[in-house]
């Protein structure tokens, strides 16, 4: 009996309600919605059509690999030391494509095998959007699924790595169209230091393709459906605006999130360096949350919160910032204090029960980032 393998071609409207629900659920990181936009933008204008199918209906052979931009924030005089290497490798609007196909291309010819599709490692507004951007422009369909459930810093953070898939080789390719090859490394986190390096030399990004493997092995290491799920909570956002409902009560019945506070923004600050954004929300309640106060701490994503000095929300489990003007969700790579002042909801959204086991916790916890504290999941907190 021959099986008949099922793709949606994905509408503008689609894509875009992505973006909503995946910045929403990339906890301030995952890269920015302007970033996924224009890549959207783009395919449309050129007719490249974007094809969605669920991991189920792909063959255990097929070979994927996870496409990705790694990087974050380096010192202006990083950035500045490197400057003039844009003028002398001057590749015009096709810069991001060339780089793209690049890390990908390096890497298959390295393993010397083709790649099915391309999956993100995380989701997020831009690198969710960019392995399915990579598989439009080369009629490849894209996998219902990514290696994270949210957005997050690392490399080494990610579900691959509990499931015991190696990170490398891998390629690297910079703004400069640099490639740089890594046969292997002792762990996802050398690898990791190693790619962070390569990224801040190059003026804080570059693009990589790494843990080339076969879907059997992926099936081990994913999020099935998060693309549908990022989909459904935009969606449901754009058609509650449009209809004039709630458009609270929409996301929540979409997402399954749990509204964690309300209130102002009074602080928010943000460092560069070592190829990452770090920094701190401090929110002061409004409403039933009058007189208490939320700290949320960031690397790149939102990662352990403190209400009222008390821990709250804990990573793996997400911390969502909403701006209430426009219902939208807000990032942690803004290079001005635009959050100040700013009404916010937060919500906590649970996090992909693989990240609950042991393999899983083992390397996200708060206690990965040197903050000394028990995980207690996100449903048995104080809220």
């Known amino acids: 009996m021959i099986s008949l393998i099922i793709m949606k071609t994905l509408t503008k409207n689609d894509m875009m309600d992505y973006v909503t629900g995946a910045v929403i659920m990339g906890c301030g990181g995952g890269g920015g919605a302007a970033w996924g ?32 931009g790694v990087g974050g924030g380096v010192p202006q005089e990083v950035r500045d030391k490197v400057a003039h290497y844009h003028e002398k490798v001057n590749l015009g609007p096709d810069a991001r494509l060339i780089r793209l196909q690049k890390s990908a291309k390096e890497l298959a010819e390295y393993i010397g095998k083709e790649f099915y599709s391309y999956i993100a490692s995380e989701t997020g507004g831009g690198n969710g959007v960019l392995p399915m951007y990579l598989n439009a422009v080369e009629g490849k369909p894209s996998v219902d699924a990514d290696c994270c459930g949210r957005a997050k810093p690392e490399m080494g953070i990610s579900l691959t790595n509990a499931a015991g898939i190696p990170v490398t080789p891998l390629s690297m390719v910079t ?4 490639t740089v090859i890594l046969k292997d490394s ?7 230091d190693i790619t962070r390096h390569v990224a801040v030399a190059s003026g804080g990004s570059v693009t990589v393709a790494r843990c080339p493997a076969s ?30 409902k709630d458009v609270k009560a929409e996301f929540v019945k979409a997402s399954d999130a749990i509204q964690v506070f309300q209130g102002k923004v009074t602080s928010f600050s943000m460092e560069g360096k070592g190829g990452f954004n770090w920094g701190d929300w401090i929110i002061e309640g409004s409403g039933k949350y ?21 821990p709250y929300i804990l990573c793996p489990d997400l911390v969502t910032v909403i701006d209430e003007d426009g219902f939208e969700g807000t990032s942690n790579f803004a290079r001005d204090k635009t959050h100040e002042g700013k009404n916010v909801i937060v919500y906590g959204i649970k996090a992909h029960e693989n990240w609950k086991k042991p393999e899983g916790l083992e390397i996200f916890t708060p206690k990965h980032f040197g903050i000394d504290l028990e995980y207690v999941p996100f449903e048995k907190a104080r809220i």
């Open 186 to 192: 002792v762990d996802d986190y050398r690898a990791e």
């Open 215 to 244: 879907m059997k092995e992926y099936r081990k290491g994913v999020v099935p459906g998060q693309v549908s799920r990022c989909m459904k909570i935009g969606r449901a956002i754009r058609e509650a605006k449009e209809k004039g």
């Open 37 to 68: 936009t224009r890549m959207i933008d783009e395919a449309f204008e050129k007719g490249w059509e974007f094809k969605l199918m669920d991991i189920a209906q792909v063959d255990d052979s097929k070979m994927l690999c996870i496409l990705a």
């Open 290 to 310: 009058s007189g208490h106060k939320l700290r949320i701490w960031y690397k790149n994503e939102n990662l352990v919160s403190w209400l009222d000095d008390e």
């Open 175 to 178: 703004p400069f169209i640099e």
